[in-house]
């Protein structure tokens, strides 16, 4: 449950936020240049105070700012995959089968700046409150912390993208200006993260952003930049992967945060998902929810029901856990032939904490469940973030969302020294090793790491003298990181959007016939071609044909939208398009290579 400080601290939020909306004056800005007079206009009513009148006082910076926290993800952190290699659907994912398109609504493409104004009306305006210097910065450097996590979710998607300080007024030529370049743009990001990390309070009530968050959020910036700069042949690099390896390292040698765990390693990387709260250290900043204050997500309702997509993991995600003894589960014999029984067995404890295997119950049940396929198209069903039956109900889970969290940070440290050429075996052990120790994994050793050939054909462009590392620890980060919406970042800046186009096949059967699952005796799930007048109950009937097919045809794996031809342009895809609103409205504005 959550303490009675983080209570007070979500009906603070709220509270202030109603406020907010009530007597400050922010123009709801729903595109930039789409068709409004002037997006960027201040309008000052007579009724009630304005950016004139406003920004005072500590309390309305602090409601000020409150309003601004809208912007931390909260479900999408778990449906983040679902646009990824790491996850299936009952309705496939456009993006992954490369069937975006030109967008004409500018909402649409997600060329919106309404959020961008509300943090530079306030970088103009706080100044003026009567507050101690520390204090002002400390909100100046939580406005421009979001400010940063703007910019950067818009430079992943649209590459260049035009800059804004400050709030715009009629007249203005920037507002029908071009795209500035990416650099120019993202050293402003680091700019104002650094700012962030300089001046934010150090400590802060649960649920609200201090300077750890910063330097977190740094090094997950700087670590996408100079990882995609690298893979993508532009220049900087290494200085955006110095910064993220500085930044993590700052929040490690902190010693305020640690990995979860209690001695569970069975229990433990699970728990730290289900908690409300920030869990024994680990999560530096979450989206926190409490029933009693009805704040609540649909956790529970997306993964055991299947209304809200059926996702299952895919086979490349599963196959890409260790086994116990810690070798690649893809250098056992057969391995790709078992049975889900024998491939769940003696793996990595973070799979059966992520998905449904053999032995599973629900939180508080004794009641052992096999996979369901009505919810998991694979067959590989997610559990990750799942509470116990009393939040069954949708949209009833109260268990907090880590948005930033120390285990990232770790594999951030560890990913950027490896890029950089100069991880050491005392940088693993700061970092993937602590991640392993909690679920009672064997350590990495740098000396001993040979590139494992199936992650190699996977990242055909990783090179260099600690190419093996680098191919490591993206195992251990899709691993650590599963359903946690990271994958796709990843991909693009990895240069990798290849994996997206392959099948994303589930669980293995040797052909049509029942089959036992969890080896109990009884039967789980039928392969047929219909179902049969006289069903046996407890079975599943998998009727193969539109919606399923094995993939060699009278056995394999079980593979949804067998018809589907997905596509990845390595010339056009990394990149989304513009909206046509918007290059219709703004002749400086260029549309991205290829669309």
Not at 288 to 306: K, M, Q, V
Not at 309 to 314: D, E, R
Not at 522 to 540: F, L, N, R
Not at 543 to 550: K, Q, Y
């Amino acid at each position: 449950m959550a303490t009675t400080e983080m209570r007070l601290t979500f009906k603070r939020n709220r509270a202030m936020t109603r406020t907010l909306r009530a007597i400050l004056v922010i123009p709801v800005v729903a595109v930039l240049l789409a068709g409004c007079d002037d997006p960027f206009m201040d309008r000052f009513p007579e009724d009630r105070p304005s950016t004139q009148t406003y920004f005072k006082t500590k309390d309305e910076l602090a409601t000020y700012v409150y309003g601004l926290y809208s912007y931390l993800p909260g479900s999408d952190v778990y449906t983040g995959d679902f646009q990824s290699d790491n996850v299936e659907q009952k309705n496939y994912n456009r993006v992954v089968a490369g069937q975006q398109a030109v967008e004409t609504d500018a909402g649409a493409a997600g060329w919106t700046w309404d959020y961008l104004r509300r943090v530079n009306v306030f970088l103009e305006n706080y100044q003026r409150a009567d507050v101690p210097p520390e204090v002002a910065a400390h909100y100046a450097g939580v406005a421009r912390f979001f400010r940063a996590w703007f910019y950067f979710d818009k430079v992943k998607r649209f590459g260049d993208v035009p800059w804004y300080s400050g709030t715009l007024q009629p007249g203005d030529s920037a507002l029908y200006k071009g795209r500035d370049p990416r650099t120019l743009v993202m050293d402003s990001v680091l700019a104002d993260l650094n700012y962030a990390g300089e001046h934010v309070n150090v400590s802060a009530a649960p649920g609200e952003i201090n300077r750890w968050a910063a330097l977190a959020l740094k090094a997950r910036v700087a670590l996408h930049e100079g990882t995609y700069r690298r893979y993508h042949g532009l220049d900087g690099a290494d200085r955006f992967l110095q910064e993220a390896a500085d930044a993590a390292k700052r929040v490690i040698d902190g010693g305020v945060y640690r990995i979860y765990g209690t001695g569970h390693a069975d229990t433990d990387y699970r728990d730290l998902f289900l908690a409300s709260g920030a869990t024994g250290g680990e999560v530096i900043l979450a989206h926190a929810y409490s029933t009693t204050l009805d704040l609540r997500h649909p956790a529970n309702g997306t993964f055991i029901t299947g209304t809200l997509g059926a996702p299952g993991l895919t086979r490349s995600l599963v196959d890409t856990y260790l086994t116990k003894d810690g070798k690649p589960f893809t250098d056992v014999p057969g391995h790709d032939t078992l049975s889900f029984y024998s491939e769940t067995r003696n793996r990595d404890p973070r799979l059966a904490q992520t998905m449904r295997t053999p032995g599973y119950t629900r939180i508080g049940g004794t009641t052992q469940l096999v996979p369901d396929f009505d919810v998991s198209r694979t067959g590989y069903q997610p559990i990750k973030f799942v509470a116990s039956t009393a939040y069954d109900t949708y949209n009833t889970n109260d268990n907090h969302i880590p948005v930033l969290r120390f285990g990232e940070v770790l594999l951030d440290f560890a990913e950027a020294r490896a890029e950089l050429g100069q991880l050491t075996q005392g940088d693993l052990d700061l970092t993937i090793n602590r991640l392993r120790d909690r679920v009672g994994m064997p350590h990495m050793d740098l000396g001993s790491l040979s590139a494992d050939p199936v992650l190699a054909a996977q990242y055909p462009n990783v090179t260099g003298a600690q190419r093996a590392a680098i191919l490591e620890i993206r195992r251990e980060r899709r691993v650590e990181l599963a359903m946690e919406g990271r994958r796709y970042d990843d991909l693009m800046r990895w240069k990798a959007g290849a994996l997206l186009v392959r099948p994303f096949d589930g669980m293995y059967f040797p052909g049509k016939g029942e089959f036992d699952l969890d080896h109990n005796g009884t039967v789980d799930v039928a392969i047929v071609d219909a179902v049969p007048a006289q069903k046996k109950s407890g079975v599943q009937y998998l009727v193969l044909g539109d919606a399923f097919v094995l993939s060699q045809g009278d056995r394999g794996r079980v593979r949804p939208h067998p018809d589907l031809v997905k596509v990845f342009d390595e010339s056009k895809h990394y990149l989304w398009p513009l909206p046509l609103t918007e290059l219709l409205l703004n002749k400086q504005l260029v549309q991205n290579p290829g669309w």
